[in-house]
């Protein structure tokens, strides 16, 4: 298969779930915020499905009714990370021929129990395998499959945020494929942006800490550089992240609590301190550098409201 190679450079932005369950209100309003960063700037909108990790049944479906309920509209069919395995393939055949991949053996537990240099952050992968000898390879392939890693150049990267302005983070030796022979993220996140001409990648500030490593891999396959904003988060009264358990939060929830979906937007319109009558007037007032920079409490409806 002939290599693919990024889009013209029109210009997208995008939004980006994975189908493990219904968004809650958090989702839609980062997918609202990603809609009016594109189309305030001349911008395609394009929705994209990350189900290479995990998928729920009617999932996929669901988020796209959804996206669609609240008055959000893109401009392709939402492609399917499923359906990519040999576009990341290709990138990573691009790399190990550059001598930028090796395999690495480690479990989480031994990745977590290794010694690592005093300024190491947690989570970051100690190199354990970065220099085996191909006798030591050997050995431990009759013991485990091997996932691939990058062999990464340097050990952090800035980049530019909307938001947030310079932000500086970790790059260390990712993980490209998992050693079941599935994309990891930070992989296929990036080949993705880039074949389909996406250029400002707006997400939550969760993400942020992956950023550097991600903006380090794009360089690295020869990719144009994107615009970031990680945007605030939901958060519930006790500030931990929004989810499920915390009562009526999705637009099923929130319509069974008396809530139809107009109030739904204009709650989120109003949490950015935009017009809260529709999507069309906020567009027309949208200002990225007034949007609020911290986090929202979201006080779900009390259900059976009606």
């Not at 074949?195 to 690295?220: F, I, K, M």
Request: net charge neutral; hydrophobic share 40%; glycine share 8%.
């Amino acid at each position: 298969m002939p290599a693919e190679t990024p889009s013209p450079r029109q210009g997208a932005g995008r939004f980006a779930p994975s189908p493990s369950g219904e968004l809650h209100i958090g989702n839609l309003r980062t997918a609202i915020l990603a809609w009016l960063f594109a189309r305030s700037s001349g911008r395609s909108f394009l929705v994209r499905v990350e189900d290479l990790d995990r998928a729920r049944a009617g999932a996929e479906e669901a988020q796209l009714r959804d996206l669609a309920a609240v008055g959000l509209t893109w401009d392709a069919q939402a492609v399917r990370q499923s359906e990519r395995g040999d576009v990341y393939r290709d990138a990573v055949h691009r790399l190990q021929d550059a001598g930028l991949v090796y395999e690495c053996f480690c479990t989480r537990r031994e990745i977590a129990e290794a010694p690592r240099a005093p300024h190491a952050p947690e989570g970051a992968y100690p190199g354990t395998c970065r220099n085996l000898t191909e006798e030591q390879r050997a050995r431990r392939r009759r013991e485990r499959p091997a996932a691939l890693r990058l062999r990464a150049g340097v050990d952090s990267r800035t980049v530019r945020d909307a938001l947030h302005g310079g932000y500086t983070g970790v790059v260390d030796d990712l993980v490209l494929l998992r050693n079941d022979g599935v994309p990891a993220y930070n992989l296929a996140v990036v080949v993705d942006d880039a074949l389909q001409g996406v250029d400002q990648v707006v997400r939550g500030e969760d993400l942020l800490p992956s950023t550097p490593r991600q903006a380090y891999l794009a360089e690295l396959l020869g990719y144009p550089p994107v615009e970031y904003a990680h945007v605030p988060l939901v958060l519930n009264r006790e500030g931990r992240r929004l989810a499920k358990r915390d009562g009526a939060v999705t637009l099923a929830a929130l319509a069974d609590a008396g809530w139809a979906v107009p109030e739904v937007v204009g709650r989120i319109l109003g949490s950015l301190g935009l017009p809260a009558d529709g999507l069309p007037q906020a567009l027309a007032a949208f200002d990225p550098a007034r949007l609020p920079r911290e986090a929202w409490i979201f006080e779900p409806p009390a259900a059976g409201r009606r």
